[in-house]
C-alpha cells in the first residue's frame, strides 16, 4: 500500500493527531524531568484503522527500585506505561478509535501482555472505556517474536497480541566464531 491509498495522515507525528507539547513531561534514569515530547497520529486505512501509542512515555518507575521484583509492584514504584491524558482524549474525542466498523490496529513499544516478561496492562484498561471490540495489537518491547491467540483481562480490551522484537532468528543453531 502507498502513502497515496490511505486517507489519514502522513505518518508525520502532530500533522493530523495531538500537539507534541501535550502532556506532562516523563523522567529521566535519575528522575529528573524530560522535556515535554507526546505526539500522536493515526492512519486510516480501508479496512482497519492503526493506532501508535506512546507506551514509553511513562514506562520509567522509581529509579533502582523498579528493578526489585517485589517493590515494583508498588504503584508508583513500577514503569506503569500508562497512556497520557491527552493522547486518550484525543484517541476518543478527535480520532473516535472505537466509533467506526474497520479493525483496529494499536502499536506500542511495551507489550500488554507476555509469556516471558512483565505485562503492561493499564493502557489496555484504558483504552477498553471507548474500544469494546477486539483489537490486533503489535509491539516489541521484548526482542523476540511472539504470536498469542485473543487475550483480555476484566475491564481491558481484548486482543490478538503479536511481539515483532527481533527474535524471529533460529535460537537453536550454533554460533560460528570463525
Known sequence: MTQADAKGTAGTPGAEGIPREAGRPARNLIGLPRSPVL???RKQLERARVSPD???YNSLGFPILEHIPLIRKIPGIGPSCRLPRPLLKWLREDAKLGADKR????LSHHQYYSAFENQYTLPARQLARFISRPVLWFWGH?????????FGMDGSVQAYGRCIGNGGFPADQPIRTN
Open 39 to 41: 505526539s500522536h497520529y
Open 54 to 56: 506512546d507506551t514509553g
Open 103 to 106: 479493525g483496529i490496529v494499536l
Open 142 to 150: 521484548e526482542h523476540r517474536l511472539a504470536i498469542y491467540g485473543k
